[in-house]
């Protein structure tokens, strides 16, 4: 079964660092997501992507986040310099699009600390 | 903005019981995703809803556009079913919000 599979699994950096978390969205989807949650608390929206450009982003998805889809296949989400705040787990998910149904299908996660 | 509110928060059910997960939410939607978050982390899509109701195995899904409020119903629940299930919506465009989620145990 097709999957959404996420890199790494886990990582740490320290503060003030650039983070780059990957993602392989299921080959034939056109829309793809990221999404945080921090330890105890509720998923968060942060970005949806389609046809190369932002779709929608949220207020937390400020200048020091950025998405690219580089090659193709990889859908990445950079974090320029790193706060003691972005620890959380990072999901990313993609669907097949908005007129078809719009499931979502999620990779494992990837879980940020920053020290 | 919308405001998504999920009851209860958390529930302990006997295997066998009959579940309802509640979620209601404040401004109009193009689609509601039940969600179930395993103990491990992961996430996987249960449902996806517009209108009406869905059925997959033991579970339900119904919204009423109207009133804003979506149920998830789990039949002959199993010690398996204990995760966290999220409602979440959709608005026009693509933009997500997330309920805090109902924890849910089930006690063989």
């Known amino acids: 079964e097709p999957e959404v599979t996420q890199t790494p699994s886990h990582q740490v950096t320290q503060m003030g660092q650039e983070v780059i978390l990957r993602c392989v969205p299921i080959?034939?989807?056109?829309?793809f997501y990221w999404y945080r949650q921090i330890l105890g608390q509720k998923v968060e929206f942060l970005v949806s992507?389609?046809?190369?450009?932002?779709?929608?982003k949220s207020e937390i998805f400020d200048d020091q986040f950025s998405v690219e889809r580089p090659d193709g296949s990889n859908f990445t989400l950079k974090i320029r310099s790193t706060k003691l705040e972005d620890s959380a787990m990072y999901f990313c998910?993609?669907?097949?699009?908005?007129?078809?149904?719009?499931?979502?299908?999620f990779g494992e996660g990837s879980r940020l600390t920053v020290l | 903005k919308n405001e998504v509110e999920q009851s209860p928060q958390n529930l302990t059910a006997q295997e066998g019981e009959f579940i309802t997960i509640n979620c209601s939410y404040s401004?109009?939607?193009?689609?509601l995703h039940w969600l179930q978050q395993h103990p491990g982390g992961g996430i996987v899509s249960l449902f996806m809803?517009?209108?009406g109701k869905k059925k997959h195995g033991r579970l339900i899904a119904t919204i009423n556009i109207q009133e804003k409020h979506s149920s998830l119903h789990i039949t002959a629940s199993h010690p398996r079913d204990s995760a966290v299930y999220i409602c979440a919506v959709r608005q026009t465009g693509n933009q997500f919000y997330f309920g805090t989620g109902t924890s849910l145990t089930v006690i063989p």
């Open positions: 080959s034939n989807h056109l829309y």
């Open positions: 998910a993609s669907s097949l699009g908005l007129a078809l149904p719009g499931e979502l299908f």
């Open positions: 809803l517009s209108s």
């Open positions: 992507f389609y046809n190369n450009e932002i779709s929608e």
């Open positions: 401004v109009g939607i193009s689609a």
